[in-house]
Nanobody, 123 residues
Framework: VQLQASGGGLVQAGDSLRLSCAAS????????MGWFRQAPGKEREFVTA????????TYADSVKGRFTISRDNAKSAVYLQMNSLKPEDTAVYYC?????????????????WGQGTLVTVSS
């Protein structure tokens, strides 16, 4: 599966942004998907994940209540709705395929990393 994230940009604190991740070349609907982010000078960290049918989601504590992950298997896409953005949300955001058991948030358990999309939140 090849992934391409898009939708990033420069916004102000408190604004909303919706990221998209388009998948190609595989059976998208068979995979649980996740979003990670990497801030400047920091390690890539887990943000959220969604099960293959979209019925189960999990979030990092730092985004819980503000971010929402969703997917459209007919369009081979996964989305990240980000509300009430904060400057600390500034990062490059990546989507990835879960290649291990559901529930893991470990970077090594995800794969098919594509190019990320930059989100910059100004104060």
């Amino acid at each position: 599966v090849q992934l391409q994230a898009s939708g990033g940009g420069l916004v102000q604190a408190g604004d909303s942004l919706r990221l998209s991740c388009a998948a190609s070349g595989g059976t998208f609907s068979s995979y649980a998907m996740g979003w990670f982010r990497q801030a400047p000078g920091k390690e890539r960290e887990f943000v959220t994940a969604i099960s293959w049918r979209g019925g189960v989601t999990t979030y990092a504590d730092s985004v819980k209540g503000r971010f929402t992950i969703s997917r459209d298997n007919a369009k081979s896409a996964v989305y990240l709705q980000m509300n009430s953005l904060k400057p600390e949300d500034t990062a490059v955001y990546y989507c990835a395929v879960l290649k291990a058991r559901w529930g893991t948030k470990a970077l090594d358990d995800f794969g098919s990393w594509g190019q990320g999309t930059l989100v910059t939140v100004s104060s």
